[in-house]
Nanobody, 122 residues
């Protein structure tokens, strides 16, 4: 069983930055596809960014140029650096781990974290 735990959410003003972290257990962490999704109130969960073991990264169009996803295999952790935040980025952010690609489908993932709240104020 793989455990996925997010951290780093909070309240930030528009234009500000936050960095989310996601720690995932498992001996084969470096081979996982890791993804970030988000869900705003009343909306469906949507893809934000995904990375696979060869460090290929894919982003949703809505966050390209503002968000950066990276991984540290030595720490079994992935990060989501979020800059130039907008009010529409407000959501619960979920981290997920899996073994399939492409990363923009929820079906690529087998394990999900509980989520961390990101709130962007004007």
């Amino acid at each position: 069983q793989v455990q996925v735990v997010e951290s780093g959410g909070g309240l930030v003003q528009a234009g500000g930055s936050l960095r989310l972290s996601c720690a995932a257990s498992g001996r084969t962490f470096s081979t996982y596809t890791l993804g970030w999704f988000r869900q705003a109130p009343g909306k469906e969960r949507e893809f934000v960014a995904g990375i696979r073991w060869r460090d290929s990264v894919r982003y949703a169009d809505s966050v390209k140029g503002r968000f950066t996803m990276s991984r540290d295999n030595a720490k079994n952790t992935v990060y989501l650096q979020m800059n130039s935040l907008k009010r529409e980025d407000t959501a619960i952010y979920y981290c997920a781990a899996g073994t399939r690609w492409p990363p923009d489908l929820t079906s690529a993932y087998d394990y999900w974290g509980q989520g961390t709240q990101v709130t962007v104020s004007s």
